[in-house]
């Protein structure tokens, strides 16, 4: 079993530039989530899932879109990068919300 | 509001001594108390949880002490290792309610 899986490991884009994080999980958790790691600043959620069709916001969502189709998927989507938005991208599953959470490896995107 | 006040912000031990990580929260629904381990290029991984039914639990040389009334709970990392060199993050939850609040993390350097 892979577990938790992010696509790419590294991006950089140009400010205003869209693109998608992918994640993708193979044990059948409901809960997924993404998070941010800036240094200094902890993990920061910006969105997450309790299952297929059901998204809501976290602490930092501005700026990123959700859905989720499937139990296995759910991408990130920058609609128009910022650098502000250069960050460790970390996505995250759990049988519930508030029990443990297994990370993916991350994606680090730097936004020039 | 920060949910969850971690510190310090970085750490020194000796091998061999004690690393000690302190928690405070405010949020006296919480009612799960996770540490998360994070290795560099890596996602953080679950180390040890505790739940406010008791004041204390043991995992190897790692412990977590709780204290409920103070709010606080802390990470003991006893006879600690080069190889327990680390980022360490402790995180809350209620359950049934909210997802995992992180605190900003604790870089440890574990030195020979």
């Known amino acids: 079993n892979a577990g938790v899986t992010q696509t790419p490991k590294f991006q950089v884009l140009k400010t205003g530039q869209s693109m998608t994080l992918q994640c993708a999980q193979d044990?059948?958790?409901?809960?997924m989530s993404w998070y941010r790691q800036d240094p200094g600043m902890g993990l920061r959620l910006i969105h997450y899932?309790?299952?297929?069709?059901?998204?809501d916001q976290g602490e930092v969502p501005n700026g990123y879109n959700v859905s989720r189709s499937t139990t296995e998927d759910f991408p990130l989507r920058l609609l128009s990068a910022a650098p502000s938005q250069t960050s460790v991208y970390f996505c995250?599953?759990?049988?519930?919300?508030?029990?443990?959470?297994?990370f993916g490896q991350g994606t680090r995107l730097t936004v020039v | 509001q920060q949910q969850v006040k971690q510190s310090p912000q970085s750490l020194i031990v000796q091998k061999g001594g004690i690393s000690i990580i302190n928690c405070a929260y405010e949020?006296?629904?919480?009612?799960?108390f996770p540490w998360y381990q994070q290795f560099p290029g890596k996602g953080p991984a679950l180390l040890i949880a505790?739940?406010?039914?008791?004041s204390e639990k043991k995992e190897g040389r790692f412990t977590i002490s709780f204290n409920k009334s103070a709010k606080q709970f802390s990470l003991h990392i006893m006879d600690s290792q080069p190889g327990d060199s680390a980022t360490y993050f402790c995180?809350?939850?209620?359950?049934?309610?909210?997802?995992?609040?992180f605190g900003k993390g604790t870089r440890l350097s574990v030195i020979a």
């Open positions: 995250a599953t759990s049988v519930r919300r508030e029990t443990e959470a297994f």
């Open positions: 044990m059948n958790h409901e809960y």
């Open positions: 899932s309790v299952g297929a069709g059901i998204t």
């Open positions: 949020n006296t629904a919480f009612d799960y």
């Open positions: 505790i739940r406010p039914d008791v």
């Open positions: 995180a809350a939850s209620v359950s049934g309610n909210t997802p995992l609040v």
